[in-house]
């Protein structure tokens, strides 16, 4: 079983649209698990989609109807005023495609709403997690399931975690082992550890857009441990090798690049693919640590958006943090769901199955500036009137937000303000 990134060319001519991608993914017969439209030209779109090969094994269950399938909200619950904020891993993001650099501002973001849906990428920094108490940690996956009217979030008090870990070198495991006990005595964790022998083969690569991608070989060991113990536990916590090529990984942490370049995260697809397909196929929260074979390449002083890597020596603890309370994923009738979705903040320029979404369900969206290797052009995507909203930063955003809530009307509170239309 393998999980694998494939590249994917269509014409501007067909629409992209919920229902054309799910026809285009059928035909090839796969099951797909994640989804980005890297960019656009005049006459094309460039999509890359994330496959999973389960070689009939039995594991995706027959009823299961995948990433695309959608279900309209009947309108927006207004009893509360929730976000979603949404940073893409591996593209690059000046702010939040790093190590933990989203932290800041999903604690900004929260505080302008009742609940602040996030996923791992926004807050994971090795040791340190540090989101607000009204956020909800929720893998990528399960919010793009949450804004396609899939399922709905079931807030909890606490989970019970199932720790994956690779048997690797005496120290290694010792250290995670430390890493876990760390995580009980000061969170109150309950988490038991597996060591998996047969070890799934994890290589990180670039897409032709640059975005972090990878390929995925030999999971079926990864698959059937979970199988087998995963109904004792409500979260999968993953410290698992991955291959790194070490020129690229050094670069990533060269201090002296210039802070200009635009570096993708070498580590962030491989681990979103990984996370993608256990949830997608168990239905359970999950959220994974690489774990460096051997000593770290890197040393001396980090630039500051890169420093949590160096005050750790698994890089398990944010997962930990993250997953103790991250709620399940329950039916749309059962829990949190689309309908009490506000709106979505996403970096300008990314375009996933979150913004297509989105426009279905009628959630407005604020891009934000936030600089990173997507080319895409929202204005293309057929926004409805007060739909779609630019920010030149997280603070302006905040401020839309608000306004959002308010009910207040963009144009009123900016100037010059137009003369009332009158329709002929």
């Given at each position: 079983m393998r999980v694998y990134n494939?590249?994917?060319?269509i014409n501007k001519n067909q629409e992209l649209t919920i229902e054309s991608l799910d026809e285009l993914t059928r035909e090839n017969g796969e099951h797909a698990i994640r989804f980005v439209v890297s960019g656009s030209d005049d006459k094309h779109w460039?999509?890359?989609?994330?496959?999973?090969?389960?070689?009939?094994?039995?594991?995706?269950?027959?009823?299961?109807?995948?990433?695309?399938?959608?279900?309209?909200?009947?309108?927006e619950n207004t009893n509360s005023f929730n976000a979603v904020l949404i940073i893409p891993t591996g593209i690059g993001c000046e702010i939040g495609g790093h190590e933990g650099d989203g932290n800041a501002v999903s604690r900004l973001v929260a505080s302008a709403c009742d609940t602040?849906?996030?996923?791992?990428?926004?807050?994971?920094?090795?040791?340190?997690?540090?989101?607000?108490?009204?956020?909800?940690y929720v893998e990528g996956s399960t919010v793009t399931r949450l804004l396609m009217g899939q399922v709905g979030l079931q807030r909890v008090r606490a989970?019970?975690?199932?720790t994956l870990v690779d048997k690797g070198a005496r120290r290694y495991n010792e250290e995670i082992r430390n890493a876990v006990s760390t995580a009980r005595i000061t969170l109150g964790v309950d988490s038991d550890i597996f060591e998996m022998k047969k070890l799934t083969s994890c290589k990180i690569g670039l897409s032709k857009s640059g975005r972090a991608v990878g390929a995925l070989e030999n999971m079926e060991n990864l698959f059937e441990t979970i199988d087998k113990y995963g109904d004792s536990y409500q979260a999968i916590a993953l410290s698992t090798h991955v291959e790194r090529d070490t020129d690229w990984?050094?670069?990533?942490?060269?201090?002296?690049?210039?802070?200009?370049?635009?570096?993708?995260?070498?580590?962030?697809?491989?681990?979103?693919?990984?996370?993608?397909?256990?949830?997608?196929?168990?239905?359970?929260?999950?959220?994974?640590a690489p774990a460096p074979q051997g000593d770290s390449p890197h040393h001396g002083v980090f630039e500051p958006r890169l420093a949590p890597v160096s005050g750790s020596?698994?890089?398990?603890?944010?997962?930990?943090?993250?997953?103790?309370?991250?709620?399940?994923i329950v039916?749309?009738?059962?829990?949190?769901?689309?309908?009490?979705?506000?709106?979505?903040?996403?970096?300008?320029?990314?375009?996933?199955?979150?913004?297509?979404?989105?426009?279905?369900?009628?959630?407005?969206?604020?891009?934000?500036?936030?600089?990173?290797?997507?080319?895409?052009?929202?204005?293309?995507?057929?926004?409805?009137?007060?739909?779609?909203?630019?920010?030149d930063n997280y603070l302006e955003a905040v401020g839309i937000m608000r306004?959002?809530?308010?009910?207040?009307?963009?144009?009123?509170?900016?100037?010059?303000?137009?003369?009332?239309?009158?329709?002929?």
């Open positions: 494939k590249e994917i060319i460039f999509l890359e989609i994330d496959f999973l090969e389960t070689d009939d094994s039995g594991l995706w269950p027959e009823e299961k109807h995948g990433i695309f399938a959608f279900r309209q909200r009947d309108g602040l849906i996030l996923h791992p990428n926004v807050v994971n920094a090795t040791d340190y997690n540090e989101m607000a108490q009204n956020a909800l989970n019970r975690l199932l990984y050094r670069e990533y942490f060269n201090p002296d690049r210039a802070y200009e370049d635009v570096v993708v995260n070498p580590t962030g697809g491989i681990e979103a693919m990984m996370t993608h397909a256990i949830v997608e196929l168990f239905n359970k929260p999950s959220a994974h020596i698994r890089h398990i603890h944010c997962v930990l943090k993250g997953l103790h309370r991250s709620p399940r039916s749309y009738e059962e829990g949190f769901n689309a309908g009490d979705v506000s709106c979505v903040l996403i970096p300008d320029g990314c375009v996933g199955l979150p913004v297509l979404a989105c426009i279905r369900q009628g959630i407005p969206v604020i891009a934000v500036k936030n600089r990173n290797i997507m080319e895409n052009h929202l204005d293309e995507l057929g926004f409805e009137h007060g739909k779609l909203f630019r920010a306004m959002l809530k308010e009910g207040i009307s963009l144009d009123t509170v900016t100037r010059p303000i137009s003369h009332t239309r009158i329709l002929k």
